[in-house]
């Protein structure tokens, strides 16, 4: 048994510094050992800021909707397009 131990050949430094470092939580680009909380006041800030930015598209999105669908709010009028319903559309 010891001599099947003996040889056995050890893992690849390489290999296992990959997996200490792949195990191992990185910082984020907000991360500063100087300034205790830097990091969490800073994600959370980028977390507000990303929402008013997804906030103002969806406003925009909006916007640009309502502009464009006031035509197909209301019923098409017969007396403006006769044969609109009677289903012989060609698009």
């Not at 290999?15 to 100087?34: F, H, L, V």
């Given at each position: 048994m010891l001599?099947?131990?003996k040889k056995?050949?050890?893992?690849?430094?390489k290999y296992i510094k990959k997996i200490i470092t792949?195990?191992?939580?990185s910082k984020s680009k907000w991360a500063n050992d100087e300034r205790d909380g830097q990091e969490q006041l800073y994600e959370a800030?980028?977390?507000?800021?990303?929402?008013l930015k997804n906030y103002?598209?969806?406003i925009?999105?909006?916007?640009?909707?309502?502009?464009h669908?006031?035509?197909f709010l209301k019923p098409v009028n017969k007396r403006d397009a006769p044969t609109y319903y009677?289903?012989?559309h060609t698009c």
């Amino acid at each position: 048994m010891l001599a099947m131990i003996k040889k056995q050949t050890p893992p690849n430094l390489k290999y296992i510094k990959k997996i200490i470092t792949d195990a191992t939580p990185s910082k984020s680009k907000w991360a500063n050992d100087e300034r205790d909380g830097q990091e969490q006041l800073y994600e959370a800030l980028e977390k507000v800021l990303n929402s008013l930015k997804n906030y103002h598209v969806c406003i925009n999105i909006r916007l640009i909707v309502q502009e464009h669908s006031q035509p197909f709010l209301k019923p098409v009028n017969k007396r403006d397009a006769p044969t609109y319903y009677d289903g012989n559309h060609t698009c």
